[in-house]
């Protein structure tokens, strides 16, 4: 964030951009986001809509708790697949400040694989839930 709003007066006041705040910020949008995202669904962090589910009977939340997971894992799955598709054979580096890319686009795989055992463990409640309910 600051990084960003030095750019913008940098390039407002003075006409002086910083050179590579693209392409930093974006490294940084894969280290601290989306490495985060399995500790924030380990702590139930991510945002619920529960209007309507909050209505059904305990049962039917349980099921419809697993099919959203299953879809999450099911796209989590294809993310870690895809992502370490284009990790493995990535070979260029960055324009401004000439930093590899590979390791960067890795962390990609790395943090789907991370979310992907935590939604496993998810599953596993929601089945545990569905079956005493």
Same mark, same amino acid.
């Given at each position: ?34 490495l ?10 991510? +945002?619920?809509? +529960? ?30 697949w ?13 324009? +401004? ?33 569905? +079956?005493?309910?």
């Open positions: 964030m600051l990084l960003t709003s030095g750019e913008v007066i940098g390039r407002a006041v003075w006409s002086k951009p910083i050179p590579g705040t693209l392409e930093l910020s974006s490294y940084m949008l894969v280290v601290f986001i989306l985060g995202l399995a500790y924030t669904q380990q702590v139930k962090g991510h +945002v619920k809509v +529960v209007m309507f589910t909050s209505k059904l009977p305990e049962k039917a939340q349980a099921f419809l708790e697993i099919i959203t997971i299953l879809l999450s894992l099911f796209i989590m799955a294809v993310l870690c895809q992502g370490w598709v284009v990790g493995i054979d990535e070979t260029t580096v960055s324009d +401004v400040h000439r930093i590899v890319q590979w390791p960067f686009r890795l962390l990609v795989p790395l943090a789907a694989l991370f979310l992907f055992l935590e939604l496993a463990i998810d599953l596993v409640d929601a089945c545990r839930k569905l +079956v005493r309910s």
